[in-house]
């Protein structure tokens, strides 16, 4: 005996529409758990509440997956002669601006961590060079 078929139009009532939300955004999350497991598929799933909190489950990194779908996506959006298109070409240096951003903002962040390092160090040195002299 089985469920009967569920009417698809909005619920009005907020408190059971929250409830269902949750209900069913959980039985999609454990699908595509199911799915990644099962098949070893790469799953991404990203579902944003009618509030507007976002909730996101990937079996594999959620950045790298969306990469790759924009490329799979982009490789699609070729031209007659099977040439990439400029639009796919702007997103692709986008997405490389972003990257370099990144590095550069780690590689300042370790370059005044080290510094930081080397001038107490070479300080407490120098500190005691003084003590030893005096003495």
């Given at each position: ?24 955004r ?6 595509a ?22 909730y996101h ?9 969306i990469?790759?779908?924009?490329n ?12 990439r ?51």
């Amino acid at each position: 005996m089985g469920r009967g078929k569920v009417e698809l139009k909005r619920i009005e009532n907020p408190t059971n529409r929250q409830v269902t939300f949750s209900k069913r955004r959980d039985g999609l999350l454990k699908k595509a758990i199911e799915l990644s497991i099962l098949c070893d598929a790469e799953v991404a799933l990203l579902v944003f509440s009618p509030s507007g909190k976002a909730y996101h489950f990937s079996s594999h990194d959620m950045d790298m997956t969306i990469r790759r779908y924009r490329n799979e996506k982009g490789l699609h959006k070729m031209n007659n002669h099977g040439v990439r298109t400029i639009e796919v070409w702007k997103n692709e240096m986008d997405e490389m601006k972003k990257t370099i951003e990144i590095l550069e903002t780690k590689h300042k962040k370790y370059n005044n961590f080290v510094g930081i390092k080397a001038f107490g160090w070479r300080r407490s040195f120098i500190t005691r060079d003084k003590r030893t002299q005096t003495t």
